[in-house]
């Protein structure tokens, strides 16, 4: 098989990757590879309405079947890159060799997974997929024992649902608060103290040490003794970047593949984009890093979009996020990696509020706690790097907006 772009990965980078080809009027021929046997679907809703039961998987395709068809791509499903030759432009996959004049890397990540002794059990679940889900879900029985391990988006995330579906949950988290790699202090309390409302427990500084099995269920072991018994274990603790075949093949990385301003790796005729595109990033200032987030994922389609129909611009955006949690709805603006500031804008106990990072007296990042308008006025001040007075800042009847830069 052979095809002038290949894009390997069908989550929101790949679909978008090939969506925003045709938009531009490429016309030559394009093929998706994906090791899922689905059509490229929503990844969000696995931890949240998917695991919830609340949205249907057809409700989670990206785009319909006859969208791909209509627009002749390809979608290679249950198929997975073994190798890339980037000589002779060829791929080695369980479908046989496919050939490309130029190659899309989308292909994520693949959920990090313990190491202690017992990593391997039954009964230890990802949730990264809709066959993880579904086999979490499977596993589900009325009031189980729930342990999560990883107080990140994913781990909150599942143990807000499961809590509210009746399950006993129990988060392990191996560092000094939740959310510590993406959120300061001020909002790992408020949602400590959220998820503790509804019943969930949360045991900070907690690293596992072993799991074993206890009578059909799992019995963990934290290194400071304590042993929690669970029927169902979620591990979240992050990812590891699908890029093995790059690097193998002589591409510039390590977590991720390295890859510059219009997302080319330093193999000819090969981008990267996504979770797993190790690149420069102005609002981390300029630090190499890589974004998890379906906004990233979509812009640097657009950009690798450009540089293949002879438009080239190159990547620059605002990183956004968000996280449904009971009736909370985070929506964070920017990155607050490296803040020397921190405003509190509204009052936590309304359960609507935003926290304002700045650094350099400039603001970089906002996370928004049901206020939406902060979130949406504030994606300007971020981009400008404007610097407002933090009385100011503080003032909620004083709109961001008013601090926008014509």
Same mark, same amino acid.
């Given at each position: 098989?052979?095809?002038?772009?290949?894009?390997?990965?069908?989550?929101?980078?790949?679909?978008?990757?090939?969506?925003?080809?045709?938009?531009?009027?490429?016309?030559?021929?394009?093929?998706? @590879?994906?090791?899922?046997?689905?059509?490229?679907?929503?990844?969000?809703?696995?931890?949240?309405?998917?695991?919830?039961?609340?949205?249907?998987?057809?409700?989670?395709?990206?785009?319909?079947?006859?969208?791909?068809?209509?627009?002749?791509?390809e979608v290679m499903t249950g198929?997975?890159?073994?190798?890339?030759?980037?000589?002779?432009?060829?791929?080695?996959?369980?479908?046989?060799?496919?050939?490309?004049?130029?190659?899309?890397?989308?292909?994520?990540?693949?959920?990090?997974?313990?190491?202690?002794?017992?990593?391997?059990?039954?009964?230890?679940?990802?949730?990264?997929?809709?066959?993880?889900?579904?086999?979490?879900?499977?596993?589900?029985?009325?009031?189980?024992?729930?342990?999560?391990?990883?107080?990140?988006?994913?781990?909150?995330?599942?143990?807000?649902?499961?809590?509210?579906?009746?399950?006993?949950?129990?988060?392990?988290?191996?560092?000094?608060?939740?959310?510590?790699?993406?959120?300061?202090?001020?909002?790992?309390?408020?949602?400590?103290?959220?998820?503790?409302?509804?019943?969930?427990?949360? @045991?900070?500084?907690?690293?596992?040490?072993?799991?074993?099995?206890?009578?059909?269920?799992?019995?963990?072991?934290?290194?400071?003794?304590?042993?929690?018994?669970?029927?169902?274990?979620?591990?979240?603790?992050?990812?590891?970047?699908?890029?093995?075949?790059?690097?193998?093949?002589?591409?510039?990385?390590?977590?991720?593949?390295?890859?510059?301003?219009?997302?080319?790796?330093?193999?000819?005729?090969?981008?990267?984009?996504?979770?797993?595109?190790?690149?420069?990033?102005?609002?981390?200032?300029?630090?190499?890093?890589?974004?998890?987030?379906?906004?990233?994922?979509?812009?640097?389609?657009?950009? @690798?979009?450009?540089?293949?129909?002879?438009?080239?611009?190159?990547?620059?955006?605002?990183?956004?996020?968000?996280?449904?949690?009971?009736?909370?709805?985070?929506?964070?603006?920017?990155?607050?990696?490296?803040h020397d500031q921190t405003v509190?804008?509204?009052?936590?106990?309304?359960?609507?509020?935003?926290?304002?990072?700045?650094?350099?007296?400039?603001?970089?990042?906002?996370?928004?706690?049901?206020?939406?308008?902060?979130?949406?006025?504030?994606?300007?001040?971020?981009?400008?790097?404007?610097?407002?007075?933090?009385?100011a800042l503080a003032d909620t009847?004083?709109?961001?907006?008013?601090?926008?830069?014509?």
């Amino acid at each position: 098989m052979q095809f002038d772009v290949v894009i390997v990965g069908g989550g929101h980078g790949g679909a978008a990757q090939a969506a925003q080809l045709r938009q531009r009027g490429f016309a030559g021929s394009l093929a998706i @590879v994906t090791a899922e046997p689905e059509l490229p679907y929503e990844r969000p809703p696995l931890s949240k309405e998917y695991l919830a039961g609340e949205k249907t998987f057809e409700r989670m395709l990206l785009r319909p079947p006859a969208f791909w068809a209509e627009r002749q791509v390809e979608v290679m499903t249950g198929t997975r890159v073994t190798a890339v030759d980037a000589v002779v432009h060829r791929l080695e996959t369980t479908a046989g060799p496919v050939e490309y004049g130029k190659l899309v890397w989308a292909a994520g990540g693949d959920p990090r997974r313990l190491t202690c002794p017992g990593h391997d059990l039954p009964g230890l679940h990802a949730i990264r997929t809709r066959a993880d889900v579904d086999a979490l879900k499977a596993d589900l029985k009325p009031e189980s024992r729930v342990l999560v391990v990883g107080g990140g988006y994913i781990g909150l995330e599942s143990a807000a649902v499961l809590s509210k579906l009746g399950h006993a949950v129990t988060v392990l988290e191996a560092m000094d608060r939740v959310l510590a790699r993406v959120a300061g202090p001020e909002l790992s309390a408020f949602y400590q103290a959220e998820h503790a409302a509804h019943g969930v427990e949360i @045991v900070t500084g907690a690293q596992v040490v072993a799991i074993a099995d206890a009578g059909g269920a799992r019995l963990a072991t934290l290194a400071d003794g304590r042993q929690v018994v669970a029927d169902v274990v979620i591990v979240g603790i992050g990812i590891v970047p699908a890029v093995q075949p790059l690097l193998d093949a002589g591409a510039k990385g390590g977590n991720g593949v390295w890859v510059d301003d219009h997302c080319r790796t330093s193999l000819p005729d090969i981008f990267a984009i996504g979770d797993c595109a190790l690149h420069a990033n102005a609002f981390a200032g300029g630090a190499e890093i890589r974004l998890e987030s379906v906004q990233n994922a979509a812009d640097m389609a657009a950009t @690798v979009a450009r540089a293949i129909t002879g438009d080239p611009a190159p990547y620059h955006a605002v990183p956004w996020f968000w996280s449904n949690q009971f009736d909370l709805r985070l929506q964070t603006m920017g990155l607050s990696l490296g803040h020397d500031q921190t405003v509190l804008r509204g009052d936590p106990a309304t359960r609507a509020f935003s926290l304002i990072y700045l650094k350099a007296g400039k603001v970089i990042a906002l996370d928004c706690v049901n206020a939406a308008r902060d979130y949406v006025q504030g994606k300007a001040l971020v981009e400008q790097g404007v610097a407002v007075p933090l009385d100011a800042l503080a003032d909620t009847a004083t709109p961001l907006k008013s601090w926008h830069q014509a």
